[in-house]
């Protein structure tokens, strides 16, 4: 037909544009029978799931965490007998980096920990719901560090904290609070060519401002325990070569199938299957961070 896009009994080839705005049963029917994505979506009607998600790596992983360093065993930043307290950084569209905050309370929470996950910014309708875990939202925390100050304060000593901040926001908020008032920044690192630099940059903006605070990184996604150690060697060596920074690995997060149940079903990882390896490293880089 003249004037036609697509010429007749072809199918219209897809837009480009279209595969960035995946809904969250887009992605998840490849790894999730129907069955079960019906069963769930049906208990979580009333919640209407952003458009935004990452799309699993599907890839096999070793069920045991890296061990931790041993220069980290005693850490002297850490104030005694006080919950830990640590820093994400993370955003609003960034929804697996807050998912990240909330699968990390909740491993934390199963170790008998009380935590709270202070951020600028509402959780996503569609991350984890742990029962144990409590959402402060400070929408004017970004024009007021004090705000986060505050809300560190108001908390007992035996309460952990999770602070959520956008990455180009962590250097200027944190350096306005206290010495002491958290022990770290933790930054989750795509297992990416372009996760990479994007962590460097990061790590670049954040320079010396935070000299008491331990820089951690988690590597997302390693299809292998090697690979992690290796890209994690490469970033922390150019880390100290670049910016003069000490980074520590706090282990690897892989991707598997509880991990796409707990966005379906809005549960922690650590609920959906406490045995899988996605499970088993949360709880690895919860020992660390304690």
């Known amino acids: 037909m003249e004037g036609s896009e697509h010429p007749p009994g072809d199918p219209p080839r897809a837009n480009?544009?279209?595969?960035r705005s995946r809904k969250l049963t887009d992605v998840l029917h490849y790894f999730i029978d129907e069955e079960e994505q019906a069963e769930a979506l049906a208990a979580r009607s009333a919640t209407d799931p952003p458009s935004d998600v990452a799309e699993p790596t599907g890839r096999e992983f070793e069920p045991e965490a890296t061990p931790a360093n041993p220069e980290d065993s005693d850490n002297p930043k850490r104030v005694e007998g006080r919950s830990m307290r640590w820093c994400i950084a993370a955003d609003p569209q960034r929804m697996l980096c807050s998912a990240l905050a909330l699968d990390l309370a909740a491993a934390l929470a199963r170790r008998?920990?009380?935590v709270r996950v202070i951020s600028p910014f509402s959780p996503s309708p569609v991350v984890p719901q742990p029962r144990d875990v409590e959402w402060q939202t400070i929408e004017h925390a970004l024009a007021d560090p004090a705000a986060i100050q505050a809300a560190l304060s108001d908390l007992d000593g035996q309460t952990g904290a999770i602070v959520l901040l956008p990455p180009n926001s962590v250097s200027r908020i944190l350096s306005g609070l206290t010495p002491q008032a958290l022990d770290g920044v933790l930054l989750p690192v795509d297992c990416a060519p372009s996760g990479l630099t994007r962590a460097l940059g990061w790590l670049g903006r954040l320079g010396t401002a935070l000299p008491n605070l331990r820089i951690g990184v988690t590597?997302?996604?390693a299809p292998d325990r090697e690979t992690a150690?290796?890209?994690?060697?490469?970033?922390?060596?150019?880390?100290?070569r670049q910016f003069g920074l000490q980074i520590e690995h706090l282990g690897e997060l892989p991707r598997d199938q509880s991990s796409d149940r707990s966005l379906l079903l809005g549960i922690p990882v650590v609920d959906v299957d406490a045995q899988g390896n996605a499970a088993r490293c949360?709880?690895?880089?919860?020992?660390?961070?304690?």
């Open 282 to 290: 949360l709880d690895a880089v919860c020992g660390r961070l304690q």
């Open 229 to 240: 150690q290796r890209l994690y060697r490469k970033l922390s060596g150019a880390a100290l």
């Open 112 to 114: 008998g920990n009380a």
């Open 219 to 221: 590597l997302m996604g």
């Open 16 to 19: 480009p544009r279209a595969r």
